[in-house]
């Protein structure tokens, strides 16, 4: 497991909120689900956490508001490349979201308030559909 990802990857875990990989790979499940936190829960997770946590959730409510057709039910930040969290600052340039089976290239980049509970300035471009030839690759489930 990357050392990186597991204190992350233990507590959310531990909050059940998260999917594990299909495969019996070691990457760790940085997945958001689409059922949003409640702020007493966000606010037991580690700060960084909490604010990927919350900029993530904001990630699939935009692309499901703005995008007809689209129903978010999962959202991977890191599937082809690092999230980057730097205080109240997310940056997930290689990220996917998952709506009616397919699979999504996404980027975004998000400030949080709040201690992480509320969204200050949020922007993202979603990108095209992620062929199924790529999926286990990038930790990305059916």
């Not at 900029?55 to 129903?71: F, I, L, Q, T, Y």
């Not at 205080?87 to 980049?109: D, I």
Request: with cysteine; net charge neutral; hydrophobic share 40%.
């Amino acid at each position: 497991m990357n050392k990186k990802h597991a204190p992350l990857a233990a507590i959310l875990a531990a909050l059940a909120c998260l999917a594990a990989p299909a495969s019996g790979d070691a990457r760790p499940a940085h997945r958001q689900s689409p059922r949003p936190m409640k702020p007493e829960e966000m606010l037991k997770l580690d700060p960084s956490a909490r604010v990927e946590q919350r900029c993530n959730a904001r990630a699939m409510g935009e692309v499901g508001r703005e995008h007809k057709g689209m129903r978010p039910d999962e959202f991977v930040a890191y599937a082809f490349a690092d999230t980057q969290v730097n205080g109240a600052t997310v940056k997930a340039p290689g990220a996917a979201v998952r709506s009616r089976g397919a699979w999504y290239h996404v980027s975004y980049e998000c400030e949080t308030a709040d201690n992480g509970l509320s969204i200050r300035s949020f922007s993202y471009v979603l990108g095209d559909e992620i062929p199924k030839k790529d999926w286990d690759e990038h930790y990305l489930v059916p």
